[in-house]
């Protein structure tokens, strides 16, 4: 560092004051360099308290103060006309007392930051030329100042665009979700749709089947007629078995066949059959009473050498009333169409009012023509 720049012991500590303040050890080596010195320069303060003043916030004087100001300004002024110097004499009024020395200012400054014991800030007046090494110490403090001030600003300003940059985001974030939420909703409005549709076609269907179960019901109901008027026809046509058995059986070049017991339920009895007139009757002993609402019995001519299926001979039923004194049961044959010669004839059991085509699970009877 050169010389002009070079600071002694007292303007360093001198500064350390203005800036930072002293401990105990430097104050009172500062008290012995300014008690030493001839000269007194309370520059360092000036400075301190100029940037002092930069960083306070300016309100407008009271006004008697402001008045006293003036009042004092103008008075140094014809104090310098008066002596036509640059330097005005000292101005002092009774009232007023002598300015403390720099030591004494020095002491009370580190005891009290720069405040006097009565709680005033002590005022100092500069009496000397100003050194350009405490001019440039002020002025870098001063620097230093301004420097950390620019910082924090720049810090509050990237802080402030990090912010716009996150509320940036943030927004475009938001706007995505907002896009994705509607993708959803029409998600969930069509999941909707196909729900509603879905529960339209079960109660569709739920109400066919209920139409079907009262259908069924009035199918079962005619059904149950039909099988009633069945009977009373098939009594209209042959009111009496017996006396057709009779008949039948006193003609001749008639069929006469024994019934074979398939089941082996001790069924006996036989089947005559006219083939010029195609009347014939049936007689059963020891055969199975039916319940016409269940099952009916059902006979079947089948045919030599002629149809692929069995002519139906007619439906009837065993009830407890049809039996004669010796436990005879005759029932006629009601052949639906006009058949050849016979083969055999069978008897199945069918549901109600029979069938077109029998699938003879249940064929209880067989009469065929005898072997010779």
């Known amino acids: 560092m050169s010389d002009f720049l070079r600071l002694t012991r007292d303007e360093e500590l001198l500064a350390d004051l203005s800036v930072f303040g002293l401990d105990a050890a430097d104050a009172k080596e500062l008290e012995t360099l300014i008690a030493s010195r001839k000269e007194k320069d309370l520059s360092f303060e000036m400075a301190a308290a100029a940037m002092d ?92 100042i301004g420097f950390v001030a620019f910082f924090v600003w720049s810090s509050k300003s990237s802080e402030t665009d990090n912010l716009n940059g996150k509320v940036a985001d943030l927004t475009t974030q938001s706007q995505l979700l907002e896009i994705d939420l509607g993708k959803a909703r029409e998600k969930v409005e069509s999941a909707l749709s196909v ?64 019934w074979a017991d398939v089941d082996e339920a001790g069924v006996t009895g036989d089947v005559i059959w006219d083939p010029v007139k195609q009347e014939g009757a049936m007689r059963f002993v020891g055969l199975a009473e039916n319940d016409p609402k269940v099952s009916q019995y059902q006979l079947w001519i089948i045919e030599e050498n002629g149809r692929k299926h069995p002519v139906d001979g007619g439906v009837f039923d065993i009830g407890s009333g049809d039996a004669q004194t010796d436990g005879e049961v005759f029932k006629a044959i009601n052949a639906k169409l006009v058949s050849g010669k016979p083969a055999a004839f069978a008897i199945t059991v069918e549901s109600p009012a029979g069938v077109v085509v029998s699938d003879r699970k249940k064929l209880p009877l067989l009469a065929q023509a005898p072997k010779e």
Do not use: C, H
């Open 195 to 258: 729900n509603a549709g879905v529960v339209f076609e079960l109660e569709k269907a739920i109400a066919i089947s209920e139409q079907l179960r009262r259908e069924q019901k009035e199918l079962e109901s005619f059904n149950t007629q039909l099988v009633a008027k069945n009977r009373e026809m098939e009594t209209r046509l042959n009111p009496d078995g017996p006396m057709i058995y009779q008949a039948v059986a006193a003609r001749d070049n008639i069929i006469r066949w024994e």
């Open 53 to 144: 003043l930069s960083m306070t916030k300016v309100t407008r004087l009271p006004d008697g103060l402001r008045g006293k100001i003036l009042a004092d300004g103008k008075e140094w002024v014809a104090a310098l006309q008066k002596n036509g110097t640059s330097e005005p004499e000292a101005i002092v009024r009774p009232a007023e007392k002598e300015q403390p020395a720099e030591a004494e200012l020095a002491s009370a400054a580190v005891k009290s930051g720069r405040w006097s014991a009565e709680g005033e800030m002590v005022q100092v007046q500069s009496t000397s030329g100003r050194f350009l090494g405490r001019e440039l110490i002020a002025w870098a403090a001063a620097a230093a």
